[in-house]
């Protein structure tokens, strides 16, 4: 009896390879969440402040 010949990715192999990446950006999300909170609290902060006095840091210039 010949036995067939399996060539390409089985739907196990896909599962694996979509289990990895989504464990890597789970992972990146955690690693950098603390930096991108800090930025992005920090952006708030300068934003509101621009907002409020009517011009940015450095100019006399009213927006």
Do not use: C, H
Request: proline content about 2%; cysteine-free.
């Amino acid at each position: 009896m010949i036995s067939k010949g399996r060539s390409g990715q089985s739907t196990v192999e896909y599962v694996l390879v979509l289990a990895v990446l989504v464990v890597a950006m789970i992972w990146a999300a955690w690693y950098f969440m603390p930096g991108f909170s800090e930025g992005f609290s920090a952006m708030m902060d300068k934003s509101e402040k621009i907002i409020n006095s009517g011009t940015s840091d450095g100019s006399n210039n009213m927006r």
